[in-house]
């Protein structure tokens, strides 16, 4: 069964940057993409960007280009979120999720649909 | 930015009942709009995408229409396992993915 497996809950202080990593298995890992999206306490969910593991390509959220940098390893099928400059309303549950990929014309895909999610990672930033 | 406005915010509904749930675009997304659901202290859950497909092994008591630039969900004959927050989400513009504020379906 496709499982993503995220690693454990972090506490940072404001400035410093945190790196969640999200281990795929059950699936063929770049038939796939692999989605990130965050959930602020008591709120609702925020998309951060998304990545091809077949090629590499990114899409991100306008309001964190500069600081998210997502990556994937397909030697080990695990993906990576990294964000920089952390702030204190960056405290959230960050969640990797699988997702579809949809035609954007010609070699473009883009990661659509989320259709099995992580555990979710706590990431707590703190002075 | 697509803002994905749903409504309502609670709805309060008892075991058996039916709800419905809204999800309305501030422009046109064509059919490409998905439906989640959360339960407390859980990861979100696909339930339905391109408007009105289930994902696999959602019940058929879910069912999801579209109206122009508003979608609904459908949740016929409520079940204890039902009861949790839904979000809407859409993906027709690749550079900006965006999810509803969520409708929280509690027990009557």
């Known amino acids: 069964q496709v499982q993503l497996v995220q690693s454990g809950a972090e506490v940072k202080k404001p400035g410093a940057s945190v790196k969640v990593s999200c281990k795929a298995s059950g699936y063929t890992f770049n038939a796939f993409g692999i989605t990130w999206v965050r959930q602020a306490p008591g709120q609702g969910l925020e998309w951060l960007g998304g990545?091809?593991?077949?090629?590499?390509?990114?899409d991100y959220a306008q309001k964190l280009q500069g600081r998210v940098t997502m990556t994937t390893d397909t030697s080990t099928n695990t993906a990576y979120m990294e964000l920089r400059s952390l702030r204190s309303d960056d405290t959230a549950i960050y969640y990797c999720?699988?997702?579809?990929?949809?035609?954007?014309?010609?070699?473009?895909?883009?990661?659509?649909?989320?259709?099995?999610w992580g555990q979710g990672t706590l990431v707590t930033v703190s002075s | 930015e697509i803002v994905l406005t749903q409504s309502p915010g609670t709805l309060s509904v008892s075991p058996g009942e039916g709800a419905t749930l809204y999800c309305r675009a501030s422009?046109?997304?064509?059919?490409?709009l998905a439906w989640y659901q959360q339960r407390p202290g859980q990861a979100p859950r696909l339930l339905i995408y391109?408007?009105?497909t289930r994902a696999t092994g959602i019940p058929a008591r879910f069912s999801g229409t579209r109206s122009g630039t508003e979608f609904t969900l459908t949740i016929s004959g409520l079940q204890s396992e039902d009861f949790g927050v839904y979000y809407c989400q859409q993906y027709n513009d690749r550079d900006g993915l965006t999810f509803g504020g969520g409708t929280k379906v509690e027990i009557k």
């Open positions: 990545i091809n593991p077949k090629n590499g390509n990114t």
């Open positions: 391109s408007t009105s």
């Open positions: 999720a699988r997702g579809m990929l949809s035609h954007c014309g010609g070699d473009c895909y883009f990661v659509s649909i989320f259709d099995s």
């Open positions: 422009e046109s997304i064509s059919s490409n």
